[in-house]
């Protein structure tokens, strides 16, 4: 292909800038918290051990309801039905079936939540695998925190530059630093029926949420 000729030109002088970084940072009580609630049944054949599930998880679900929590707030999030062996002298061995059905439960009565997942379990839930706590406004809480860095970062801004005797003329540009960091769950070990007989209700302690945003802050100087 023809090449094409490129004609030099000078540069424009660029306006100097200077770069800060800014944190912001919201602590909230949790308002909401998520509960992941699941149900194993075994038998000899994958028609019992299905059935023998479904009947547990209907009894679990039937909790569920009792204790306030409604339909929209349940969501299946795993249904498996696998076999299950034995290995002797090279040999494998059919040993059951296993059914499991899983469900993630959103609670906005914290209060409840200990109730609740001792009730779930005494209607069959063999296992408990992690409680996430939230806000059920974190949007709000999210703007808060982004007005608190962008805050932070124009003082940083306004310092790194009246150190050098200059002044801030006016904002380029505002990056929200945005990391990934999903909400770690707090593990809670196997419960059975027999445990939640044993006590009212699982102690849960909600502690404080903290939400962190950091931006990019960009301003021309003179």
């Known amino acids: 292909m023809p090449a094409r000729a490129q004609v030099a030109t000078p540069e424009t002088p660029q306006q100097p800038v200077v770069v800060t970084t ?20 075994r038998a000899r054949s994958p028609q019992e051990a299905q059935r023998a599930n479904a009947e547990a998880m209907k009894g679990v679900m039937d ?8 339909a929209d707030a349940i969501q299946t999030t795993m249904f498996d039905l696998q076999p299950e062996f034995d290995y002797a002298n090279g040999k494998q061995t059919l040993r059951d079936y296993v059914a499991r059905n899983q469900v993630q439960v ?7 939540l200990g109730e609740i997942i001792a009730s779930a379990v005494t209607g069959g839930a063999t296992n408990i695998s992690g409680v996430r706590f939230d806000l059920q406004d974190r949007d709000a809480a999210e703007r808060e925190a982004l007005r608190a860095a962008v805050a932070d970062a124009r003082k940083r801004a306004d310092a790194a530059v009246r ?3 200059m002044n801030v003329e006016r904002v380029v540009r505002i990056e929200e630093l945005r990391e990934f960091s999903p909400p770690q769950p707090r593990p809670m070990a196997m419960a059975s029926a027999g445990m939640a007989e044993r006590q009212a209700a699982v102690p849960i302690e909600a502690g404080e949420i ?8 960009t301003a021309a100087i003179r």
């Open 22 to 41: 800014g944190e912001g940072v919201v602590k909230r009580a949790p308002d909401r918290a998520w509960v992941t609630i699941a149900v194993e049944s």
């Open 63 to 70: 909790r569920l309801k009792a204790s306030g929590i409604p």
């Open 106 to 112: 959103k609670v906005d009565a914290l209060g409840k």
């Open 163 to 165: 150190g050098a005797n």
């Open 210 to 217: 903290e939400i962190r945003v950091r931006v990019l802050l």
